[in-house]
C-alpha cells in the first residue's frame, strides 16, 4: 500500500486550497484543471506575470506582501484593459529554504488581496527549484464585447494623461537596498510600500471605456511605456517633466538629489494607467477619476513624429539614454 | 529621445510573437492583456504547470523539445478533463546563458505542437533570473457544459483502465542519464523520446464522457495517481501488475533487471490517462478508445477500503512505500 500524500499534496492542502475556497470552479485544487463558465456577452481578458526572487522582489521582503505583488502587477495588466477580475492561476517554483511560515504568510497575503480585489485561485503547480524562488501567475478577467481599452489607439493632438503618482516604486526600491540615506523614516516607508504592494487601478480602467483612446499600464518606466503607445500609434510624444505627478515623499527625495527626477520617469514598478485621450474628453477623464476616486494628471501629448521628448522642469529637453527597465540584460 | 527597444522586445518580436499569429485575441503580444470571446455554451477549463531545467527536463535536452513537453504537460491535463484546447499563456525565466539559439529552437518545437495540437500563443512574460531556466504555461480549453471529466467519480466495483503504454518516461530518464547501460540503442531512443515529448491523449479524452466515472492523466507515477482517484472516491484500488501495458522497449528494459517493473509503476511522466468506468461499460470504453486510435488497457479495479493494492507478476503483493514523484522534497 502506498504512502497517501506526499510533501507537495500536504503543503498545498495547507497553503493554497483555502485560497481557492471562493472559486467553486478551482474544484478544491483537486483535480486536473480547474472549471470556469464564462460571463455571458463579455470578452475575456488573459494576462501572464513572472516574480524572480531578487530581480522582481527582494528577498527579504515579508512574504505576506510578494504574493499580493504578483496579484497585483497582473491585476494591473486587466486594469490597463479596463477588465473585472475573475480569477487566476499561480505556478510557485520554492526553493528548499522557501520553510511553512514562509509560504503561510504569502497565502495570507494573497487572501486579504483576494477579498480586496475579488478574485479567487483557480489552479497551478509547485515545484522545486536549486535556484531563487520563481512566481508565476495568470489572470483571467473579462470586459464588455468590444469594450476593452488597447494601446494603439492614440491619435495625433491627444493628450497623455497619468494615474496617481510616478516614481514611488523605483525610489522605493533604492530606499529599501539602503541607497537614500537621506531620506526621512516616514518618506522611506511610503516609498517602500509603494514598492512592494502597487495599487491596480481597476476602477479607472473600467471607467475609462469610450473615453481614452489608448491604454496600459506603467510597469518599465512611464518614458519607455509612453514610447510604446505611441510607437503603436505610428506618432512621437512630448512629456513636461514638471507636471508627472509625484508623491510628497518623491519630492522629499527629488529635493535632496535632483538627479532622481530621472529615476522617477523611467525606473518602472509604477503600475500606474498612462492613457491617451482626445482634448475635449478632458473633462470626461476628470469626473471618471472621481468616479474611480484616483488622481489624474494631463502630462504630455501626442505629436507627428517618433519618439518621446521629455521637456525638464527647466524647461530644457532631459536625455534618456534608455526609457525604462529592461528585463533581459 | 529614448531608445525605442530594449533586448526583450527584439527577443519576443523575433521568437515569440510568430506563435502568436494564429491566435487573433493575442493582439500580436502588444498589448497588457489578450483577449479571447469564449465558445458560446461551454465551460472553460485551466491548468497550469512550471518546469525547471534540471527537475523537469535535462539542461541538455534539445530546446526544440522542451517547449512542446511543457505544452504537452498542459494538454494532458485538459485531456484528463475531456476537454479541447483554445490557447496558452507561457511565462520563461531565462538564465543569461540561454542565447538566441536555445530561443530559436525551443520555439520552433512549440510552432510544430501549436499545428499539430490547434492552439496558440496568447500571452505572458519574459524575465531574466540567475537560477536554473524556469518556464510555466497557462493552458485554456473548453468542453461541453457539465460534460467535464473528474477525479472523484469513481465507484465501488469500477474497471480500472489505462491507455497507452505505463514507465516510458521513468525509464527514459534513466536512459538520458546513463543508468540504462544493457539498453539497446533503439529501446534508449524510444524511452528517451517517450521522456522528452509525452503524448497528450486529448482524443480519448474527448471521448470518455458519459462513459467513465472518474479521469486524470498519470504524472506523478500510476500507483500515486490511482490512489488519488481511489482517495477521492472514498475507495481502494487493486493493479495487477501483469495487466499494465509496457512498451517492447520498457519490456526490454525489465527483463534485463526485474527490479524496474516497479520503477515503470511509480515513476511518473506518463502523461496516459487512468480512468475508472463500470464493467459493463467495458465495450463502450474499447469503442472509445478505437474512435480515439489509442490503445486501453484493463489493469485493476476499484474496491471498498483504502489505498492502492498492486498483485506482482509472481502473484505476491508488491510493496511501494512511495507510490510516485513528489515535487517538494
Redesign the interface.
Known sequence: ????E???FA?IARHFRPLAASTPGA?AL?????????PAGR??????????A???FLPDDPPETIGRKLLRVNL???A??G?TPLGY??????S?ETGDAWLGAFSRGLAEDQALYGCGL???????????V?L?L????S?A?GG?L???GAREGDALWVSGTIGDGALGLLALTGRLAALSDGARATLGARYRLPQPRLSLGAELGGIATAC??VS?GL??DV??LA??AGLGAEIEAADVPLSEAAKEAVAADPSLLARCLSGGDDYELVFAAPEEKADAVIAAAVRARVAVRRIGRFVAG????VTGTDGAPMP?????W????
Do not use: C, W
Open positions: 500500500m502506498t504512502d497517501p506526499p510533501a507537495e503543503l474544484l483537486s483535480d486536473d484543471a480547474a472549471l470556469l463558465d464564462p470578452t475575456l481578458v488573459l494576462a501572464a506575470d513572472a516574480m524572480v531578487g530581480v522582481h494591473s495588466d486587466l490597463a484593459m477588465a492561476l499561480m505556478t510557485t517554483a520554492l528548499r483557480l489552479g497551478g503547480d509547485t515545484v522545486s527549484t536549486t535556484g531563487p520563481t508565476s495568470t489572470i483571467i478577467g470586459v464585447e476593452a488597447r494601446r494603439n496600459m499600464d518599465d518614458v519607455q514610447g510604446h510607437r503603436a517618433q519618439g518621446v521628448h534618456f539614454s534608455r526609457g525604462g529592461s528585463h533581459v540584460a
